[in-house]
């Protein structure tokens, strides 16, 4: 099997590089990102936009480039080396991979333009208060009028980058008890609905989340994203989307945190040496370049996986990289703040951000015990110990 980018995916990958060294390269930059309402500036947004980035992993019919899981690995490794803030997975990948997937032509033709222009984002709201990392459990109620429109009632919480969205992708149940896999639907709401109201907050690795509250919100009846009750599937392959993306910008933190960690090794000096020089502490490095590169395996593995068509096979496949991603982010994320002593837990020193956001992805779109489970039960061949 050939693992070599093409020349369009190299070319990809070197300006994303490029954007990435220019704008995220250090502390300083990224703080002030960060800093900018929203959680992140509108120039660098717009950026993502005129690169094409924001159009990448859509059709040509719909606008974009008809990028792959590959193209989208690419972004987010680099994504990841410059803890870039702009909330390119819930727009691009999450709300953007539901219409990508489900969405009827005139909603790709009056949302997909203003993603790829940069003017519209989007926020993909399923998760609730109870649900843990169960993607079948929704008690949002979605209710059919007389008129054929839905009346929307329920609580959806860390809901990325809510308070800057202008449309909502909404799970709600049309049918069934709470945690029924039938009864599913997905809706497209207006961030401006009346009753839709949003509690944002600053995230763990200081990022952007927030609760969303549907109170009676109505939405005409073609808001209604793909068929009827069956919307498990596709909220399912979007979340696999996700974990795919997270896993590639897992192993573009572990790339950056190593070559941090090496950079103070070499410059670190005590009892007249570089700690580097000590050969208890080159056994230590050696463990965060295995774990990189288990999890760079893995991450490659799951972008493969993607285009799977066997639902179970590809669930299997994305649940077992999770797993070595969550396992591999903590070996790394630990052994780089132990080797840098103190100054690895200072949020003055860009190593404590890595280790913050690895500590978070750890248990974005499910934790190793929830993974290890659906492995177990699928029969697969990780280990649990």
């Not at 860390?158 to 599913?184: C, H, K, N, Y």
């Not at 179970?312 to 591999?328: C, E, M, P, T, Y």
């Amino acid at each position: 099997m050939d693992f070599d980018l093409t020349d369009e995916q190299n070319l990809l990958k070197e300006t994303v590089d490029r954007l990435v060294a220019d704008n995220y390269g250090t502390l300083e930059q990224i703080t002030a990102h960060r800093a900018a309402p929203g959680g992140f500036r509108e120039e660098g947004w717009q950026r993502l936009a005129e690169l094409g980035l924001l159009g990448l992993p859509f059709s040509e019919a719909d606008g974009g480039f008809n990028g792959g899981p590959v193209e989208t690995q690419i972004v987010m490794e680099a994504l990841g080396r410059g803890l870039a803030p702009e909330p390119y997975l819930p727009t691009v990948l999450l709300g953007g991979g539901v219409l990508r997937r489900a969405g009827t032509d005139a909603q790709r033709q009056s949302i997909i333009p203003g993603i790829i222009d940069g003017t519209l984002r989007l926020a993909f709201a399923h998760t609730e208060p109870r649900a843990r990392y169960d993607l079948h459990d929704v008690a949002t109620q979605a209710v059919r009028q007389p008129d054929g429109s839905y009346r929307l009632d329920g609580h959806k919480s860390v809901v990325l980058s809510a308070d800057t969205a202008r449309w909502f992708v909404v799970s709600a149940r049309t049918a069934g008890a709470r945690r029924d896999e039938e009864g599913i639907s997905l809706f497209l709401v207006p961030a401006d609905a009346p009753g839709l109201s949003v509690e944002a907050y600053p995230t763990h690795d200081g990022g952007r989340a927030g609760n969303v509250f549907l109170a009676g919100v109505t939405v005409p009846a073609d808001a209604l994203i793909g068929e009827r009750d069956a919307g498990l599937a596709v909220i399912e392959w979007v979340n696999g989307v996700a974990i795919a993306a997270v896993a590639a910008e897992a192993v573009g933190i572990m790339e950056a945190l190593q070559a941090l960690t090496v950079d103070y090794l070499k410059t670190r000096r005590q009892f007249g040496a570089t700690i580097g020089s000590f050969q208890a502490l080159q056994h230590q490095t050696v463990d965060i370049l295995i774990a990189t590169e288990q999890a760079r395996s893995m991450s490659y593995f799951a972008a493969m996986m993607l285009d799977e068509p066997d639902a179970g096979a590809r669930s299997l496949a994305l649940s077992s990289a999770k797993v070595q991603i969550n396992r591999s982010a903590r070996l790394v994320g630990q052994k780089a703040v132990q080797l840098h002593g103190g100054i690895g837990m200072t949020m003055e020193y860009l190593g404590a951000h890595y280790f913050r956001r690895l500590a978070l992805l750890e248990t974005q779109f499910g934790d190793t015990t929830h993974h290890l489970r659906r492995v177990a039960q699928s029969e697969g061949l990780v280990q649990a110990g």
